[in-house]
């Protein structure tokens, strides 16, 4: 099948460094592939401003499969633009039409601070996790297989759907209130499901909501707008488990 | 953990608001049976029904208490709400260019503190309107019923003119008005012998329906504002009646569809019924 090309006017936010004032500004882009990637298409961009020899675009990415989470860019109003269940990466030029203005700009949350044009600080999530989003394992030297525990199959499924967040922050992005409550239920539940994560589970939730607080992330509306934009599709219902996990250890924790 | 973590959390402050709104969620049901009182009996019956409510909701122990409760949720909703708010506008110091919010979540959820804000400012009118001038500064005149005795003009009797007062005994009470005196605006004392002869009602279903009426030069504006402000609180409701109970962590696939459900219904049917009462009270 012949691929079909389009061409598209581009608005990208650029911005020189994290301290300078940044403004959106207008590209025109011919002849792109509608089977290539969003990044593709910032690729053959930024091919054409380094022959005008300008400053190429900054945006993350790494292993463009949807898989790593560094890729993110707001694209049209969306975290991960339009598609469903997809990363940036994994968004193709022919969900776009000819001709058609295409707004790109970094996640906007002060907790997410702009490095340069599209690239953001986003180890805010490094620190909540630190925080507590690990679990003790016996280094005694007689450790046990993770899979000597038996676990019900629906606890199971539950824990690994928390656990496919990649930590992109497309949840922070798109939250009207830049808040990170969908990254830390996932986190939070991954572990508050499985046997292993119980002997920590009360600091954990305490100590990852404080540091998420202290990070400066706004407070979850239930507007549902993260679970909605998630290249992952992580549920609400981690945000209820996490919400359950907090009251239980507010109350109980020493 | 600290102490202040309770108020200060995130999660925590969004529980508060979980509680108090759900209270006042139970309180919108208390005040709307209250309400119906004015429309579903007619005459005197309707009026000694709503007035015999009132004076019930003012002197019983339990709802004095349940009231305070209320006002406190109030407030502590509506703080709790504007420091949510405040906090929710700084995590994002710098807003997109382009932004489309419509494709990934509903209205009534993005404009809480909004719908929020104006639902107050009816709450503090219709308490000024109501609350302030039955427990505070008017003198509201007590349930009398007028009614006239025949006189024999035979022998040269005119027809006599007569007040009963309502009394909380229950029975009317006939009063010449120049031998008693009121204490606390609604006892009644024979003037002479300073006895205790009864206790009227105030009469707030007047005050209400003269509020509502055409005869008030401004009982459309009122109407008007009053189903404005329903319209809102169904809006706040939509959202809020089933994102109280996410906050609270309760979710589960058997029982959430019917909670959104009733959610649903609640915020449809309850700010439905308040509005038709005042509609109802201008018709008539």
Redesign the interface.
């Known amino acids: 099948m012949a691929s079909k090309t389009i061409n598209i006017n581009l608005?990208i936010?650029r911005q020189k460094n994290a301290n300078a004032k940044g403004s959106?500004e207008t590209y025109k882009l011919d002849n792109v592939s509608t089977d290539s990637s969003f990044l593709e298409m910032l690729d053959q961009l930024n091919e054409q401003l380094v022959n005008e020899r300008k400053e190429p675009i900054a945006f993350d990415h790494d292993c463009r499969e949807g898989i790593c989470g560094m890729c993110s860019l707001?694209i049209?109003?969306?975290a991960h633009g339009?598609d469903r269940a997809v990363t940036t990466c994994q968004l193709h030029m022919r969900k776009f039409k000819d001709g058609e203005t295409i707004?790109v700009?970094p996640w906007?949350?002060?907790?997410f601070p702009v490095i340069k044009d599209l690239v953001v600080d986003r180890s805010s999530f490094d620190r909540i996790q630190q925080a507590g989003g690990f679990v003790s394992v016996n280094t005694s030297g007689n450790t046990i297989d993770a899979n000597a525990i038996p676990i019900g199959k629906a606890d199971a499924d539950k824990a690994f759907e928390a656990a496919t967040c990649i930590g992109c922050g497309a949840c922070v992005a798109?939250c009207?209130?830049?808040?990170a409550m969908l990254f830390v239920s996932a986190k939070v539940s991954q572990m508050a499901l499985l046997p292993q994560g119980k002997v920590e589970a009360k600091q954990r939730v305490?100590n990852m909501?404080?540091q998420?607080?202290e990070e400066?992330?706004?407070?979850?509306?239930?507007?549902?707008?993260c679970a909605?934009?998630c290249p992952k599709e992580i549920s609400?219902?981690n945000?209820?488990?996490?919400?359950?996990?907090?009251?239980k250890?507010?109350v109980t924790?020493e | 953990m600290s102490k202040s973590a309770i108020l200060k959390s995130s999660i925590a402050k969004k529980y508060w608001m979980a509680l108090t709104g759900l209270f006042l969620c139970t309180f919108l049901i208390g005040h709307l049976l209250g309400n119906l009182q004015l429309v579903l009996k007619t005459g005197e019956e309707g009026r000694r029904a709503f007035n015999e409510y009132a004076y019930f909701m003012g002197h019983n122990i339990f709802i004095k208490i349940l009231s305070w409760v209320t006002y406190i949720s109030i407030i502590f909703h509506a703080v709790d709400g504007f420091m949510l708010t405040f906090q929710n506008k700084k995590a994002r110091p710098q807003n997109y260019a382009y932004n489309n919010p419509g494709a990934n979540s509903s209205l009534p959820s993005r404009y809480m503190a909004i719908l929020g804000t104006v639902v107050l400012v009816f709450i503090v009118t219709h308490m000024a309107n109501f609350w302030w001038k039955a427990k505070v500064t008017e003198d509201i005149p007590l349930h009398v019923k007028e009614i006239v005795v025949p006189g024999n003009p035979m022998m040269g009797q005119p027809d006599q003119k007569m007040e009963l007062y309502l009394t909380t005994s229950g029975n009317y009470m006939p009063i010449q008005k120049d031998q008693v005196v009121f204490k606390n605006k609604t006892e009644i004392y024979d003037k002479t012998f300073d006895i205790k002869m009864g206790e009227g009602y105030k009469d707030l279903h007047t005050v209400v329906m003269k509020f509502f009426s055409k005869e008030n030069e401004l009982g459309l504006v009122y109407l008007i504002f009053y189903v404005v402000s329903m319209g809102v609180l169904a809006f706040h409701l939509w959202h809020g009646f089933a994102s109280a109970f996410q906050t609270l962590g309760v979710r589960h696939k058997r029982y959430t569809p019917a909670i959104n459900f009733i959610g649903k219904a609640f915020a449809l049917l309850v700010p439905l019924a308040f509005a038709v009462i005042p509609v109802m009270i201008y018709m008539r």
């Open positions: 608005k936010w959106m707001y049209n109003g969306e339009p707004y700009e906007r949350a002060k907790a798109s009207k209130n830049a808040s305490l909501v404080k998420m607080d400066g992330f706004g407070n979850c509306t239930n507007t549902g707008a909605v934009e609400l219902e945000i209820a488990r996490m919400n359950r996990e907090y009251l250890a507010m924790a």
